[in-house]
């Protein structure tokens, strides 16, 4: 029971993710930026609400709307492009790391009424997990419920292992290009420092080439 209550806890913990609204109009794109190590398995979930004007509330929305999700990278990569309904599941998996670019926009429909074109759209998206409950259900019993959420801590683990190597990554690379441009910067102030100096010298060399030749000295 102790280990159970355990796992409970360290699942919460550990299964965190990014969930928040946004609002839109009729057929506004919002995108979202998701920096994203390589082979990981990225799980969108997201509810559309329609703003009605006789309640002055966010509602369900009406059937028939739907929403464009597009996952693109920063190459112009396409990973999704699909239709869904007010509301749904999307997964992806990245193929290499960096930020990845999740769009969404309504579909237009003439028997969907708008009221005030205004659509609230609540987003969760979840990165290297996937879908405890469904494995859960299908459980027998405790022991095995235990070993699937054992196995589930252990992909999690292994993402958070996979997540804290890109991280380090990021910030050696980001560290030699600050050297790099600290460096550059240095080179450079001793160019112009040199290049003063030059210029200094001609002209006092010009300056007292002229007084010379006037006799002035």
Known sequence: MEIHIFLSLFSFYLSMSSAFYFHVAEREEKCIIEDIPNDTWITGTYKVEQWDIKHQD??????GLGM??????????????RLYGPQGTFTFTSHSPGEHIICLESNSTKLISFGG??????????????????????????????SYKLEHLTEQIEQI????????????????????????????????????MSVGIFQMKSLKDFFIAKKLV
């Open 58 to 63: 966010f509602l369900d929305s009406a059937p």
């Open 68 to 81: 464009f999700v597009t996952v693109t990278t920063y190459n112009d990569e396409v990973l999704l492009s």
């Open 117 to 146: 074109s205004k659509l609230r759209i609540h987003l969760d998206i979840r990165i290297g997990e996937h879908d405890l409950d469904a494995v859960i259900a299908q459980a027998k019993d405790k022991v095995n419920e235990v």
């Open 161 to 196: 292992i996979k997540e804290q190597n890109y991280q380090r990554e990021r910030e050696e690379n980001f560290r030699m290009t600050s050297e790099d441009t600290n460096s550059n910067v240095l080179w450079w102030a001793l160019v112009q420092m040199l290049i003063l």
